[in-house]
């Protein structure tokens, strides 16, 4: 069972344009949702996270809106940059520091 | 600072082998986290140690097991290996039960 459901799969988005990336979970009990980027050959790394209480995080051009009452939460990539191609994961944190992760969506910003 | 390192790159094993991977953890960091990354997919929880013990586990078969020594690198060893167990095993350091998640390169290991 996917705690944590991710999508689109796959992502093509123009130079400049806004990438959006969408997430949903079910157990309310996850108190920690964190942003991924992952580059070939490399391990994910944290880009932004947001906790339950706040609807919205923005740091630069990234920002997470977060709707509690849905438990759908989502990541903006504004003025999509070449060098933003890579995949992203959303995830979701449970007791324990355990955390569940999407399935990925692979970005790529056309020139 | 020291990024968390993983070693080795990659492995080929076959099917019934056993292998033992390895994780040196960001400097400071006393948590070391292993997930599975098979293909397309995102990484998955195998177990968490904290101060040399297991303190958490997802939903792998004893056949995975660990190891943390007290400078907190880690070990991710592997018995009888089978097919699907070919993926990218990623090592993640934190301080504590810190949500920041710092990973490593990953061990890309086929199992042939």
């Known amino acids: 069972q996917q705690q944590v459901k991710q999508s689109p799969q796959s992502l093509i988005v123009q130079k400049g344009g806004i990438s959006i990336i969408n997430c949903a979970y079910e157990?309310?009990?996850?108190?920690?949702f964190p942003w991924y980027q992952q580059f070939p050959g490399k391990g994910p790394a944290l880009l932004i996270a947001i906790r339950p209480d706040v609807s919205e995080k923005k740091e630069g051009r990234f920002t997470i809106s977060f709707n509690k009452s849905a438990k759908q939460f989502s990541l903006h990539i504004m003025d999509s940059q070449p060098g933003d191609s890579a995949t992203y994961f959303c995830a979701a944190r449970s007791t324990g520091n355990q955390f569940y992760f999407g399935t990925g969506t692979s970005l790529t910003v056309i020139p | 600072e020291t990024g968390v390192t993983q070693s080795p790159t990659h492995l080929i094993k076959t099917r019934g082998q056993q292998v033992t991977l390895r994780c040196s953890s960001q400097?400071?960091?006393?948590?070391v986290s292993w997930y599975q990354q098979a293909l397309g997919q995102g990484p998955q929880f195998i177990f968490q140690?904290?101060?040399?013990?297991?303190?958490g586990r997802g939903n792998f078969p004893p056949r995975f097991s660990g190891l943390q020594f007290p400078n907190y690198s880690s070990e991710l060893n592997v018995n009888a290996l089978e097919l699907d167990d070919s993926a990218l095993y990623l090592c993640?350091?934190?301080?504590?039960?810190?949500?920041?998640?710092?990973f490593g390169s990953g061990t890309q290991l086929s199992v042939l």
């Open positions: 993640a350091s934190s301080l504590g039960q810190d949500e920041k998640l710092f």
């Open positions: 157990n309310t009990a996850f108190d920690y």
């Open positions: 140690y904290y101060r040399e013990e297991e303190n």
């Open positions: 400097s400071g960091h006393n948590t």
